[in-house]
Antibody, heavy 119, light 110 residues
């Protein structure tokens, strides 16, 4: 069974940094694109970033480009998001999600981890 | 990248059919058959309902169907049930090699 478990939840001041992790199990992690999607309290889903199976291609939403870095360790079956220069508007629940093989959907999601940005 | 446009809310009675629209541009919805739909219950992670415009993952009820015409994609739920009450989101690939979600639609089953 596919499982995605995010960690790294925390409270950080504006301008600070935080690293999120997403531990994957139940599938061949090195075969799938992986994504981060966030949801601010009471708001809708927003796509943040994606990474290809071998980590050589990364893409970002304009709102986080230059501040966030997505990466993966296929040996550890883990996805990461390094978040720097955090802003108030980055406060959200961050979900990691698996890209469906050969299709456009995100077929499995983690339970989410909360990032709070506040002074 | 601007969010895709969805109605904020829709409603229907049990047994009825409803359709949720998702409008973008030729640079996203209209340009690619990479539209997917998600259902989200409050406090839970989203669930994939439809991928590649009209395909259902295994285990998703055939009451859910997707389509696209021009720059607008649609999700139709037939035989509405109380358990369908949730938030629904569309997403599309874009010409910038990114993805964009719709603003979300709250479905109320009357």
């Amino acid at each position: 069974e596919v499982h995605l478990v995010e960690s790294g939840e925390g409270l950080v001041q504006p301008g600070g940094s935080l690293r999120l992790s997403c531990a994957a199990s139940g599938f061949r992690f090195s075969s799938n694109w992986m994504h981060w999607v966030r949801q601010a309290p009471g708001k809708g889903l927003v796509w943040v970033s994606e990474i290809n199976p071998d980590g050589s291609t990364t893409r970002y939403a304009d709102s986080v480009k230059g501040r966030f870095t997505i990466s993966r360790d296929n040996a550890k079956n883990t996805l990461y998001m390094q978040m720097n220069s955090l802003r108030d508007e980055d406060m959200a629940v961050y979900y990691c999600a698996r890209g469906a093989a050969g299709a456009s959907g995100l077929d499995y999601w983690g339970q989410g981890t909360l990032v709070t940005v506040s002074s | 990248q601007s969010a895709l446009t969805q109605p904020a809310s829709v409603s229907g009675s049990p047994g009825q059919s409803i359709t949720i629209s998702c409008t973008g541009t030729s640079s996203d919805v209209g340009g690619y058959n990479y539209v997917s739909w998600y259902q989200q219950d409050p406090g839970n992670a989203p669930k994939l309902l439809i991928y590649d415009v009209s395909n259902r993952p295994s285990g998703v009820s055939n009451r859910f169907s997707g389509s696209k015409s021009g720059n607008t994609a649609s999700l139709t739920i037939s035989g509405l049930q109380a358990e369908d009450e949730a938030d629904y989101y569309c997403t599309s690939y874009t010409s910038s090699n990114t993805w964009v979600f719709g603003g979300g639609t709250k479905l109320t089953v009357l």
